[in-house]
């Protein structure tokens, strides 16, 4: 879609110019005409772009990710979800994400889970199950290697710092 938009914005451009100087101008009873051509083309053109914007396999999967991290999901999940095999999708999501679909997943899950933690008094095995962690202690030992400190200090030390500001 760039690549579209490249090549769009230098028309869309020049046409906007073309139809202000019209209406400027005015100069003869058939302007309204040639205002009205340029906003077809116009129209047609973001119709062209709509059309040409289909979500990329790496948008898919991110939209699944985000609706689904609560439940269960594995990279075979995700594979099926965008008919990918896992090194085509993993090669696509690095360059765009910067990690692999299911880095990605684990990423967002401590995201929402530091959310809940600063926010909520929910306890931690509710929170490890609110995003998707099987077991609470998968959830702590992966947050504490992530963020470098335990789920418990990170929520009081969040909580103050919110507090402060």
Not at 42 to 58: A, F, G, M, T
Not at 123 to 146: M, V
Request: proline letters at 2%; glycine letters at 4%.
């Amino acid at each position: 879609m760039a690549c579209l938009v490249e090549k769009a914005y230098p028309l869309l451009f020049e046409w906007f110019f073309v139809l202000g100087m019209e209406v400027q101008a005015q100069s003869d009873a058939l302007w309204v005409c040639r205002i009205k051509r340029y906003l077809i083309q116009i129209l047609s053109l973001l119709e062209e772009l709509n059309r040409n914007s289909e979500h990329s396999p790496v948008d898919v999967v991110l939209d699944y990710i985000h609706t689904n991290y609560p439940r269960k999901i594995s990279l075979e999940d995700l594979t099926k979800c965008v008919h990918l095999n896992r090194v085509t999708l993993n090669k696509r999501f690095q360059e765009r994400c910067g990690n692999t679909a299911m880095g990605y997943l684990l990423s967002h899950r401590l995201k929402v889970a530091s959310d809940l933690l600063t926010h909520t008094d929910m306890s931690l095995n509710e929170i490890a199950d609110a995003t998707g962690f099987e077991y609470d202690t998968y959830f702590i030992k992966q947050f504490t290697a992530r963020k470098g400190m335990s789920p418990t200090t990170y929520r009081t030390a969040s909580r103050k710092f919110a507090t402060a500001q």
